[in-house]
């Protein structure tokens, strides 16, 4: 059984920075593809990143290119999202999953674990 407890959230505004942390306990953490996914009101929870076991593959969907940076401590069990140049339109809970194996890693069915989300709310 894996946990996955997410900190960091908060309340920012527009163009501000908010770093978002997921500790994890059980499992194999270093062998776990890991991504952040997010919801906003009336929305379907969506990919936002992920990166492999190694951190030698990551995904970034288009909106947040350029802005966050995924990132992994296997030593800390620990995974990590640097959120840069906040909007408005990045609103919503946000949450880390993990999966074991590296297909389809923008789809939340395949994430087998995951954490009980942070709020992030970026005012204008």
């Known amino acids: 059984q894996v946990q996955l407890v997410e900190s960091g959230g908060g309340l920012v505004h527009t163009g501000d920075s908010v770093r978002l942390t997921c500790v994890a306990a059980?499992?194999?953490?270093?062998?776990?593809?890991m991504g952040w996914f997010r919801q906003a009101p009336g929305k379907e929870r969506e990919i936002v990143t992920a990166?492999?076991?190694?951190?030698?593959?990551?995904y970034y969907e288009d909106s947040v290119k350029d802005r966050f940076t995924i990132s992994r401590d296997n030593a800390k069990n620990t995974l990590y999202l640097q959120m840069n140049n906040l909007t408005p339109e990045d609103t919503a809970i946000y949450y880390c999953?993990?999966?074991?194996?590296?297909?389809?890693?923008?789809?939340?069915?395949?994430?087998?674990?995951w954490g009980q989300g942070t709020q992030v709310t970026v005012s204008s």
């Open positions: 059980g499992g194999t953490f270093s062998s776990d593809v």
């Open positions: 999953a993990s999966k074991h194996g590296i297909e389809r890693l923008t789809e939340p069915g395949q994430y087998a674990y």
């Open positions: 990166i492999d076991g190694t951190g030698g593959i990551m």
